[in-house]
């Protein structure tokens, strides 16, 4: 059983990853199940299994979180408003943590070692493969001055992140989930020091699948792979 946990953090891999940068192959835009039938299997599970997820349905989960589906004008699979772009994503695995690096489509090395355990306390933590962890970079939120607003934008953008995966998760018959009382389980502090951002960085922690920070597991049914994820303001 796939199963994906949206939050800034996901692991995955194997062998092919071995802490270091990891060129993904291209995402399978084409094919598969109708939006209709994402739709109406799109659902939430703790049902997770050890199994890594492959390149490819890393790949995809990466891209329709937050990649690049108008590359010539660099526009995004997920709207932000005024186009800030300003959400970054993390993935989390047993080999190292991640930054995800849309323009490139690879994953960037910022840590090596497994730290899924210090993205919550729950014990399925450690059995998925893979945790997406979504940061917002206020600094690019240019026009709005109220951090409180700054916030309310950024989790918007995290909820539409995390739609994306779950639908993906549809798609290839993955489980997924989004903890609630993410701030208790993950302090901001700590997933800021385990994703390296500035010490300016505020890291607010959520659990949302809609338009909400958020913390969010998933993993493959069927015995498949699986993926977790946590959202954290910057």
């Known amino acids: 059983m796939k199963t994906i946990i949206t939050m800034l953090v996901l692991t995955f891999m194997g062998s092919a990853m071995n802490a270091q940068n990891i060129k993904l192959p291209a995402p399978q835009k084409t094919g598969g199940k109708s939006l209709a039938e994402c739709l109406n299997e799109r659902q939430t599970s703790r049902d997770f299994d050890t199994k890594k997820l492959s390149l490819q349905d890393l790949s995809d989960l990466v891209w329709a979180a937050n990649g690049l589906n108008r ?25 190292g943590i991640y930054r995800y690096n849309a323009e490139k489509h690879e994953l960037e090395l910022v840590k090596k070692g497994d730290y899924r355990k210090e993205c919550g306390p729950q014990p399925f933590m450690t059995v998925a493969p893979v945790c997406f962890i979504y940061v917002a970079n206020h600094d690019k939120e240019g026009r709005i001055s109220d951090p409180e607003q700054k916030k309310l934008y950024s989790n918007h953008h995290a ?64 015995s498949r792979s699986s993926l977790i994820s946590i959202y954290t303001n910057k």
Do not use: H
């Not at 004008?73 to 993935?91: D, F, S």
């Open 71 to 95: 590359p010539e004008i660099g526009k995004r699979t997920v709207p932000t408003a005024t186009n800030w772009q300003e959400m970054v994503l993390y993935v989390a695995t047993a080999d």
């Open 159 to 222: 909820g539409y992140m995390a739609q994306n995966v779950y639908l993906v998760c549809a798609a290839k018959d993955m489980a997924t989930v989004m903890p609630g009382a993410a701030e208790r389980m993950a302090p901001p502090a700590s997933i800021s020091k385990l994703v390296r951002l500035r010490p300016s960085v505020t890291g607010s922690t959520k659990a949302s699948c809609s338009s909400r920070r958020l913390v969010c597991f998933c993993s493959s049914r069927c």
